[in-house]
Structure formats: structure tokens, C-alpha cells
């Protein structure tokens, strides 16, 4: 089995900065890539960004030039910074990966359960 799970959310003031971590763990062969989406209140799930094994990053619009992507680490580990956070990014932010499991040798996606991010005003 392979797990995903996400820490560091939480509350914080408009301007506010969180660091999201999502660690992998199981029989994982090799990770392809991960990746952050956020489902917000009004249920839209947006994209936010994701880093491939060869550390190439991509970033949703809402986000570009305010979170970073980092990883993958030694710990199987993906970080998200979020700078100069906004009430509108409040949401619950989810982690997703792309696994290679070692007994099957075969990829799919895995999600972690998510954690909930909320700026205030």
C-alpha cells in the first residue's frame, strides 16, 4: 500500500505565510511526480502546482509568483510555501502523487486526505 499525508495547515491573517508538507510512504518504487490542488468552499477544486522526479514545476494561475513547490526529498517528502496568503485561497489542500508501486511495477495516481488551509481577513 502506499499513503500520502499532508501537515501543516491551519489559520493565518491575509498577507500570512504556511508550509504545506506531504509525505509518501509504502511500497513505492518510484515517484514520478506530486502535486497540490485545493477545493475551495464553493466546491471548486483548483490546480496549484506540481514537480516532476526531475524537478521540473508547473503553477496554476492563481498561485503563480506566491507558493512554491519543492521535492521531492530523501523522505519522499513534497513542500508547498504559501507567501502573501488571501481569504480566497481558503480551502482544503490535497496532495497527489503519481507511484510507481514496487510489487506491481505499475504507476497510478494516489491522494492523500487532505488538510485545511483558512486565511482571515
Known amino acids: 500500500q502506499v499513503q500520502l499525508v499532508e501537515s501543516g495547515g491551519g489559520l493565518v491573517q491575509a498577507g500570512g505565510s504556511l508550509r504545506l508538507s506531504c509525505a509518501a510512504s509504502?511500497?513505492?518504487?518510484?515517484?514520478?511526480?506530486m502535486a497540490w490542488y485545493r477545493q475551495g468552499p464553493g466546491n471548486q477544486g483548483d490546480f496549484i502546482a506540481t514537480?516532476?522526479?526531475?524537478?521540473?514545476?508547473n503553477y496554476g494561475d492563481s498561485v503563480k509568483g506566491r507558493f512554491t513547490i519543492s521535492g521531492v526529498d530523501a523522505k519522499n517528502t513534497v513542500y508547498l510555501q504559501m507567501n502573501s496568503l488571501k481569504p480566497e485561497d481558503t480551502a482544503v489542500y490535497y496532495c497527489?502523487?503519481?507511484?510507481?508501486?514496487?510489487?506491481?511495477?505499475?504507476?497510478?495516481?494516489?491522494w492523500g486526505l487532505g488538510t485545511q488551509v483558512t486565511v482571515s481577513s
Open positions: 509504502g511500497s513505492i518504487l518510484r515517484i514520478n511526480n
Open positions: 497527489s502523487a503519481d507511484i510507481t508501486h514496487a510489487a506491481s511495477g505499475n504507476p497510478r495516481r494516489y
Open positions: 514537480i516532476t522526479s526531475s524537478g521540473n514545476t
